[in-house]
């Protein structure tokens, strides 16, 4: 079945410095890509979706300039938190679409820390 | 009003039970309708899903989608310590668009 690796699985950075979690569709070509944040016993919340060679497109309340997404190849999306504050501490999980239903595929997610 | 509605738990129940796990949405629009199960600190998988009306049978697991009242279900049977998880419900209209997901129902399946 269709894979999708997410590093790193866990990070802890210091407060103001950025971070980068990569999203790779191990064994198909993802056309859309999703980010997500989880807070504690919280369902996923959607932050952007992005498509291979086109900007993301952020979910109302998402500071872009903040999670910048990067989608430049059908395999492999980025998430950079940037200037990142303890707030930012969270759960971030992506998705990957390889064109029909059954392609929302999860990768493991990424452990963010802040301290 | 969420568009797609859930009941956090936490459920718990016997060992060999028949676990229901429901979700209610409020957007006519969505056609495709997902269960996703969730270990702590994994990522979701998905477990089923079903396009409109009608139920959809893997094993111990059935989905059903009543659209004509919104509601969908998921029902375990025989259930297994290693059943518990965070289920997640989640709809789309499809087309590519995002999932809309429910809160999710903490299940624990006791010895």
């Known amino acids: 079945g269709a894979v999708v690796s997410q590093h790193p699985s866990r990070v802890i950075c210091k407060s103001g410095t950025s971070v980068k979690i990569e999203c790779r569709s191990l064994d198909f070509q993802a056309t859309t890509m999703f980010w997500y944040r989880q807070f504690p016993k919280k369902s996923l919340m959607l932050m952007a979706t992005?498509?291979?060679?086109?900007?993301?497109?952020?979910e109302q309340g998402v500071e872009k300039d903040k999670f910048l997404i990067n989608h430049a190849s059908l395999t492999l999306s980025t998430l950079t938190v940037t200037s990142a504050h303890p707030e930012d501490s969270s759960f971030y999980i992506c998705?990957?679409?390889?064109?029909?239903?059954?392609?929302?595929?999860f990768g493991s997610g990424t452990r963010l820390t802040v301290v | 009003q969420k568009e797609v509605e859930q009941d956090p738990g936490p459920l718990s129940v016997p060992e060999g039970a028949i676990v229901s796990l429901n979700c209610t949405y409020s957007n006519s629009a969505f056609q495709y309708f997902m269960w996703y199960r969730q270990y702590s600190r994994k990522g979701p998988e998905l477990l089923m899903y079903?396009?409109?009306?009608g139920n959809k049978e893997d094993g111990r697991f059935t989905a059903q989608v009543d659209k004509s009242s919104k509601y969908i279900s998921l029902f375990i049977r025989d259930s297994q310590p290693s059943d518990s998880a965070t289920y997640l419900c989640a709809s789309t209209s499809g087309g590519g668009n995002k999932l809309t997901f429910g809160t999710g129902t903490q299940l624990k399946v006791e010895l």
């Open positions: 079903t396009y409109s009306s």
């Open positions: 998705s990957a679409r390889a064109g029909d239903i059954d392609g929302y595929t």
């Open positions: 992005s498509n291979e060679g086109s900007k993301a497109t952020y």
